[in-house]
């Protein structure tokens, strides 16, 4: 497989393709809804590839720090690539994704920021529908290694180690050959201290719902990776912390919503429920699975129950608190640098 990936980078190499274009961080990443409103635009208007649409996003300059000149930019061997699942949600998809990439690119400006998803349905999508062009991992470090990048800092925005985390750091290890280094960040919830910090955000951006009946629910994806234990982490911190009133669950892992419901059935004390995500952004998942019209929504389930049901379609990545502590893992990483 090396050999293969060898092979393939010798040819881009032989050929004299240069790829050093991506010298900022791309449009939609640091810039948000409005940079992405300019990119499409721009590409509409020239009628160009959705290819030429992607490379244009990538050559923007948004997010650079004040006073930068870009004539004068020294190049970097160094890139910092920032990995998320991604989402074909475009509004969401500035709000969490991109704010927590801009708020990286902000805090580490000596380095080029990035960007790759690890669903490659996601991003077929994006191509076909949009016109946006958005590497995944083995294209971004195809990329990087054609660019003559030396050290790569990568920065997941995964919630916790579990399966897709740690395919992104197997496949880091099948390219590390080709760069004098290679750092990783930790994703959202690693230490005691990511626990406390998550735990006071979700409460902090729901405190005025916190009444005394109102059961504050937020749903997380699951795992069958030995890492859904956060979850369980997470809800212990929340109790632990006094906020009886909050309760997390998952769609497709333990505790799911049944549990959720029993736990509720068995405090008695909340009279209605407000639903939101415990996800990086807001998603198919917030918007179908939990606040959607199917008989099988969390929405639709509690509804039946007797409970009044609210729902806040808001991403984890919406939050400060949320995206200065992936800045913080990014930091941490690049520290790691020799």
């Known amino acids: ?28 990443a640091a810039a948000g809804s409005e940079a992405t409103k300019e990119v499409e635009q721009k590409a509409e208007k020239e009628d160009v590839t959705s290819e030429t649409a992607g490379e244009d996003q990538e050559t923007s300059k948004e997010g650079k720090a004040d006073g930068e000149n870009d004539e004068n930019e020294k190049h970097s061997d160094t890139v910092l690539l920032a990995v998320s699942f991604g989402t074909s949600y475009n509004d969401s998809r500035d709000l ?42 083995t294209e971004a470090l195809d990329r990087a290694v054609a660019d003559g990048v030396k050290n790569l800092i990568v920065q997941p925005t995964h919630l916790m180690d579990g399966f897709e ?3 992104v750091v197997n496949e880091l290890e099948e390219y590390r050959e080709y760069f004098d280094q290679i750092v990783v960040g930790k994703p959202l919830l690693d230490s005691e201290e990511d626990f406390d910090t998550v735990a006071k955000a979700i409460v902090e951006a729901t405190k005025d719902k916190d009444d005394g009946e109102t059961a504050i629910v937020f749903m997380g994806h699951g795992t069958e990776a030995e890492s859904n234990q956060v979850y369980e982490k997470l809800q212990n911190t929340l109790t632990e912390g006094g906020y009886e009133n909050y309760y997390i669950g998952t769609v497709e892992a333990e505790p799911g919503l049944a549990d959720v419901s029993a736990a509720l059935k068995e405090a008695g004390t909340c009279k209605k429920v407000v639903l939101r995500p415990l996800m990086l952004v807001a998603g198919d998942h917030a918007n179908n699975d939990m606040a959607g019209e199917e008989e099988d929504s969390w929405k639709r389930v509690l509804e039946a129950e007797g409970y009044p049901v609210e729902c806040q379609i808001h991403g984890l990545g919406e939050l400060e608190a949320v995206r200065e502590l992936y800045v913080e893992h990014a930091r941490a990483a690049a520290e790691l640098l020799k």
């Not at 497989?1 to 939609?28: W, Y």
């Not at 801009?102 to 790759?116: D, F, G, K, S, T």
């Open 165 to 167: 985390y740690n395919d």
């Open 96 to 137: 969490t994704i991109g704010a927590v990439e801009q708020a990286i690119a902000e805090a580490l400006p000596q380095y080029e920021l990035r960007r790759a998803f690890t669903a490659q349905i996601i991003i077929d999508k994006l191509k076909e529908r949009d016109g946006l062009k958005i590497d995944n991992v």
């Open 1 to 28: 497989m090396r050999r293969q990936k060898a092979a393939v980078l010798a040819m881009v190499l032989a050929a004299g393709l240069s790829l050093s274009a991506c010298k900022g961080v791309s449009q939609e």
